[in-house]
């Protein structure tokens, strides 16, 4: 964010001019925000427009859905929802990585990670009913998202059968996952609820718009993810890549190499 005007200073897309030489200024004219926006040029150069990412999937309701859509820019680590606040809008991930994640309210915060979002993907849908969101959503990665306001959401949905269906079906995966991730954390180990992610990493998690596969992770992250400590996940993952169990690829990439042992 531009410390002289401010932009982008809530997510919404920026404004910047692009010369030949690439070199890129905010509407203030000054150089604050140069690294942040030469991503957003790569971004704006390669990514997937509206209609290429969802007329392939031949569904044509996703595709209204996401063409009431504003195409918006975000940044790394940018917090696009607050747990408890009201929901008004859905995003539909073009391109990047999103967090969906729940904070503890005690005195020592804690953080666990809930779900993870990429292309293709709708994230907010309890904006819907016009309740309070149920955790909050982050960016991962610079992201690219289609906004798309409750109103304009529910004059698409009435309209499109095919798309309420598919809503519903997605409603009823994330109560399944909600349901898995509430039985781990409740009666389940460090070294269960690792494994559990590890081997749902390699087999691709099951999503309306496709699999999740393969994605790079910290140890930070990961545990995040599984609610235990850092240093927890670094002396499991230690034996189990000294095991051969598992190996370390590029950019952060575990992958399962054979079955997991049941203790640890």
Known sequence: ????????????????????????????????????LSTVWRMNKNQPTVDHLWSETGQAGWLALAR???VRHYRKHMLLMQQ?????????????????????????PREITLSLYGPGQLVGTPALDGGPHCASVMTLTPAVCAVVSRESALAVIQHTPSLTMDLLKIALQRVRMATETTRLALFSDAYS?????LQAQSDGWNDPHGPMR????????????IGCSREMVSRIMKELV????????TDRVYRVCKRLPERW
């Open 1 to 36: 964010m531009c410390g002289q005007c401010d932009i982008d200073k809530t997510g919404i897309e920026f404004q910047a001019t692009v010369s030949s030489d690439r070199h890129q200024y905010c509407e203030c004219g000054s150089h604050g925000s140069l690294a942040y």
């Open 214 to 225: 393969n994605l790079p992770m910290t140890h930070a992250q990961i545990a995040q993810h």
């Open 242 to 249: 000294t095991g051969g169990y598992v190996v370390r690829e």
């Open 84 to 108: 408890g606040d009201m929901g008004h809008q859905l995003y539909l991930v073009m391109a990047g990585r999103l967090r969906e994640f729940s904070v503890s309210n005690d005195s020592k």
């Open 68 to 70: 009431q859509g504003q």
């Open 193 to 197: 609820r690792l494994s559990a992610l």
